[in-house]
């Protein structure tokens, strides 16, 4: 259980990837304080590799974030996980995380679609809506949830 900064029983790191403007921020808001953003300014991207080492190392977790309305961003979930798996631990607890589901009108990925690349390439999946809070606190306990597993 989660008591203060300095006192808790488990600490995970959990990294969270996927192309510029696919929620990423936003997910972390709403998990952690309930808070969404409508305004987009985005986030750097880790771009140099002594960075990119430094930010997976350690990982035991990775929420793999793309959106829902680009299918572009699907397609390169495929680089993203290449990323991760060079990077860390085989273990590693990723979950696919397709935001932006409250867009249902601009839908450009289809859930049957993601669902069969997560169960081919061995990952959780779910659909997710910072913006409604869909899913979001599920996602993140469903990947601590299974890092415990794997840990205990
Ligand atoms: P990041 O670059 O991956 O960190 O993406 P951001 O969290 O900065 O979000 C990019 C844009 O998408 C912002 O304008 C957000 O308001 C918007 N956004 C994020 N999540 C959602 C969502 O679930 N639904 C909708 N409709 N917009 C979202």
């Known amino acids: 259980a989660y008591r203060a900064d300095d006192d808790y029983d488990y600490l995970f790191k959990v990294v969270l990837i996927g192309d510029s ?4 921020s936003n997910l972390l808001s709403r998990f952690t304080r309930n808070e969404f953003s409508l305004e987009s300014k985005s986030t750097i991207g880790v771009e140099y590799r002594a960075i990119t080492s430094a930010y997976y ?7 793999l974030v793309y959106d829902v309305t680009r299918h572009v961003t699907f397609e390169n979930v495929e680089r993203w996980l290449k990323e991760l798996r060079d990077h860390t631990d085989a273990n590693i607890v990723i979950m696919l995380v397709g935001n932006k589901a409250d867009l249902r009108h601009l839908r450009a990925v289809q859930t049957e679609d993601a669902k069969a690349f997560a169960e081919r390439e061995n990952t959780f999946f779910m659909e997710t809506s910072a913006l409604e809070s869909l899913n979001v606190e599920n996602a993140f306990t469903e990947v601590l949830t299974q890092i415990y597993r794997v840990v205990s």
């Open 57 to 63: 190392r350690g990982a035991v977790g990775a929420l």
């Open 21 to 24: 403007g696919v929620g990423k």
